[in-house]
């Protein structure tokens, strides 16, 4: 079993990095976008079975070896996670909030903002970082959905109930739905219709704040201080994931 999601989060791993390339040559671009979301698709999965260096090849094996250890390790990750912010209340305050940075509204607004900004200022440099978000964050979608579906793995909120759905934190355990049985478990949803408690892997969450801070970043990076707060905030809600009991560090980390 260890294998298959060694050979599987390879495959993700080195499609993602492909997206990752051919995103940075977007951003370098001046294309508008009325240009074909499509034709982005098509770019992003031909380079993605474009033959890679050894060198890049070799990492990208590290990093899903790397990940394979710590998916074994995230039980017990989640649990020293949750012992953590229990004994501080500050945590359990202040994560329902920082999640939300990751969320569909939380892109739809940051979008918005600066296209509208760029609008009523008349600067075509912002309304230009609103149109990369819109669809960096549309291939992000894509890549996500095909996973979630495909590992169909179980949140930690989903393990640690019982009968009555009450939650009992020694009770966690990592269960994967692998395809095609994850479709069956993804459309299962659980008692929360509008989510399903078979998607955690990897983090929806996370790749939309680290989309989102990625285009910032690159966009306004003559700024020092852009560049930091766009991939702490991005951090913070990678964190706040675990302790909303919705993704394991693993999911947050490959997210």
């Known amino acids: 079993m260890r294998g298959v999601i060694l050979l599987f989060l390879f495959i993700i791993s080195f499609v993602s990095n492909s997206y990752s390339q051919s995103f940075g ?31 890049k090849i070799i990492q990208l094996m590290g990093f899903s070896a790397a990940t394979i250890g710590l998916i074994n390790n995230d039980v017990e990750i989640y649990k020293a996670v949750k012992n953590y912010q229990d004994k501080h209340s500050w945590v359990s305050k202040l994560s329902p909030i920082v999640t939300l940075g990751g969320d569909n509204y939380a892109a739809v607004s940051v979008t918005g903002a600066f296209i509208g900004a760029g609008i009523l200022f008349n600067d075509r440099y912002t309304i230009k970082t609103g149109e990369l978000l819109f669809r960096s964050l549309i291939h992000t979608t894509v890549i996500v959905k095909f996973s979630k579906i495909l590992f169909g793995r179980a949140r930690p909120s989903m393990t640690m109930r019982d009968e009555n759905w009450d939650i009992d934190y020694n009770m966690v355990y990592d269960k994967w739905n692998w395809f095609p049985e994850s479709i069956n478990a993804y459309r299962k949803g659980g008692k929360f219709k509008f989510l399903s408690n078979y998607d955690a892997f990897p983090s929806g969450h996370t790749c939309v704040a680290f989309t989102m801070a990625t285009v910032i970043a690159k966009r306004y990076k003559t700024s020092r201080i852009i560049p930091v707060i766009s991939y702490s905030i991005a951090s913070l ?9 919705t993704h394991w560090l693993s999911d947050c980390i490959v997210g």
């Open 237 to 245: 809600v990678g964190l706040s994931r675990i302790t909303e009991d």
């Open 25 to 55: 040559k977007i951003l370098d671009n001046t294309e508008t976008l009325s240009d074909s979301l499509i034709r982005d698709e098509r770019a992003f999965l031909k380079s993605a079975i474009k033959p890679k260096s050894g060198k």
